[in-house]
Every structure is written in C-alpha cells, then in structure tokens.
C-alpha cells in the first residue's frame, strides 16, 4: 500500500514563506505532484518532481528526495489567495500510474 | 488545452433517485479517466479508474453496482449514482491523463451532489 503524509493546517503571515512538508512510504514510485485546491473547487496542478532535486516555478518551488521518501513545497512571497489546500500526491507505476492523494494540508494566510 | 468539463455542477435529488455525472475531454483524447470522490475538510478518495472500452477498475470498498462507470469514447466518461442516500452526498471530481511531459491528471471543476 501507500502512506502518504502531510500537514492537517499551517498559518503564516502575508508576504512571508512558508514550506508544506509531505512524505510517504510506496512501491513502484513514479513521480510526486502538488496540486492546490480552493474550496468548492477542482485541484490545480502546481508541480511535479520525479528526480531529486529542486523545481522552481516563480513563487512555488518544490523538492523531492526519494531515499528520503520526502518533498516540499515552498511558497514564497505569500498573497491573500495563496489561502486554500495544498495536496501532494504520489504517482505508483505499479498500479497503472493512479495518483494517491495525501490528506492536504489547509493553508490559511494571514493579513 | 487540456481542458476537462463536468455536468452538472451541482445537484440535488431525492433519495432513491439515480443521478448521470458526465465528463469531458474538451480539446484531447483520454484514454484514461479517473472518477475521485472528496468529502467536506478532506482529500481527493479515488473511487475507480475508467478506460476507453473497457471495465472499469474500482478501488476497494467502492460498491460497483452502486457507481456505474461508462468509458463510451475517449473523450467521454459517465458516473451514474444509483439509488442514491444522503450519505453519497459528495464532490465528486474527474480527471483525465493526456500523454505528455508528466503525463498529468488534469481535474474537471467537480460535481456537487446532494442527496435529500
């Protein structure tokens, strides 16, 4: 099976960074992505990782280690909209690359 | 481009009531799509994996003959609610994959469902 951990709630304060941890246990391991989602709506894709290593995408970056079973994603510069839920999902090539959806983590931004 | 719609937005229905959730691939061609089911304050709960023209693979615990799932053409999916309760009330989202750089599920904007 797979396990798939993050954060239930983070606060931070406008115009600061704050970094959104995600690990997980899985076989077959084929790539991490991070989607944000608002509520009431669809999940939007914001990242993807298959190698170590740093991706940076303007404010949003994201690492992944894979001996580590770990990423994050870090949002810099925070904005008001950047408020909502932030999914990290593995993708398992063992299982017709599904995608398994960690618990989300609800962000909320602070004036 | 990859862009994914759902029908209806939302609805509401009296229980006992069967309700058709259709879901597009508005400008490709997927050969899989992927029906979620997402609970207030919780994640996105895969209920079952569609492909074109064939069965489709249900997650463990999702009753099949409850959510009928038809892949009519690759750019169509169908979730049919049967007899549906008040505890089926859901969002319920599809996604679709199209072969590319990441081969990424891209979301439909979800399905309110009510259940009376």
């Known amino acids: 099976g797979q396990n798939i951990d993050q954060p239930t709630e983070m606060t931070a304060t406008e115009g600061a960074i704050v970094q959104i941890n995600c690990t997980y246990q899985?076989?077959?391991?084929?790539?991490l992505f991070w989607y944000q989602q608002h509520a009431g709506e669809a999940p939007t894709f914001l990242s993807y990782?298959?190698?170590?290593g740093l991706e940076e995408k303007g404010r949003f970056s994201s690492f992944l280690s894979r001996s580590k079973g770990y990423s994050y994603l870090l949002l810099k510069e925070l904005q008001m909209k950047d408020s909502a839920s932030y999914l990290c999902?593995?993708?398992?090539?063992?299982?017709?690359?599904?995608?398994?959806f960690g618990g989300g983590t609800r962000l909320m931004v602070k004036p | 481009g990859a862009v994914v719609s759902q029908h209806p937005s939302r609805v509401i229905c009296k229980s006992g009531t069967s309700v058709k959730i259709e879901c597009r691939s508005l400008?490709?061609?997927?050969?899989?799509m992927f029906w979620y089911r997402q609970f207030p304050k919780q994640s996105l709960m895969l209920m079952a994996t569609?492909?074109?023209?064939?069965?489709?693979?249900?997650e463990q615990g999702v009753e099949k003959d409850k959510f009928l799932i038809n892949h009519a053409s690759l750019t169509l999916s169908t979730l049919t609610v049967t007899s549906a309760h008040p505890e089926d009330s859901s969002f319920y989202i599809c996604?679709?994959?199209?072969?590319?750089?990441?081969?990424?599920?891209?979301f439909g904007p979800g399905t309110r469902l009510t259940v009376l």
């Open positions: 996604s679709a994959t199209m072969v590319g750089l990441y081969n990424e599920q891209f």
């Open positions: 899985t076989s077959g391991f084929n790539g």
């Open positions: 990782n298959v190698l170590d």
């Open positions: 999902a593995v993708r398992n090539n063992n299982a017709g690359n599904m995608l398994t």
């Open positions: 400008d490709f061609q997927a050969t899989t």
């Open positions: 569609s492909n074109e023209g064939s069965k489709a693979t249900y």
